[in-house]
């Protein structure tokens, strides 16, 4: 059995392999422009969040959660258990777009290989986007 302790580097890819992806970071970057050529109904030219631009963020992962009191306390610990698979955090607060909060949160789960959601305290998940 491996000592993780002993050598993090291969704990880190193990957890990177159960997620699906332990790939270089420019695959996983042409799979997500890949993945962005599919606009969704929100995106069409008649769609809400048209004009709404999709990118990848190869190297980053979406938080969604509701802002409380604890907000900070969840994304230091997401910040610190991700960095060392190559992760940081990001999220609709990033961005000074004008258009509606759906909009960007629709088009930062699009853009990213990782997501998670902690809406309320009962629907919380982790995605991962293939």
Same mark, same amino acid.
């Given at each position: 059995m491996t000592d993780y302790i002993q050598n993090p580097d291969d704990k880190s890819n193990r957890i990177k392999e159960w997620l699906e992806i332990n790939k270089p970071k420019q695959e996983i970057e042409n799979d997500l422009k890949e993945?962005?050529?599919?606009?969704? %109904?929100?995106?069409?030219?008649?769609g809400p969040c048209n004009?709404? %631009?999709l990118e990848p963020f190869p190297d980053q992962y979406f938080v969604a959660q509701e802002f409380n009191e604890t907000k900070n306390d969840l994304r230091e610990t997401l910040d610190a258990s991700f960095k060392d698979l190559g992760f940081s955090p990001i999220s609709a607060e990033d961005f000074m777009w004008t258009e509606n909060i759906l909009c960007k949160i629709a088009a930062l789960i699009q853009g990213t290989l990782l997501v998670y959601i902690n809406l309320a305290p009962v629907k919380t998940g982790m995605f991962i986007w293939n």
């Open positions: 993945s962005l050529t599919i606009r969704g %109904p929100l995106f069409t030219e008649n004009g709404i %631009p």
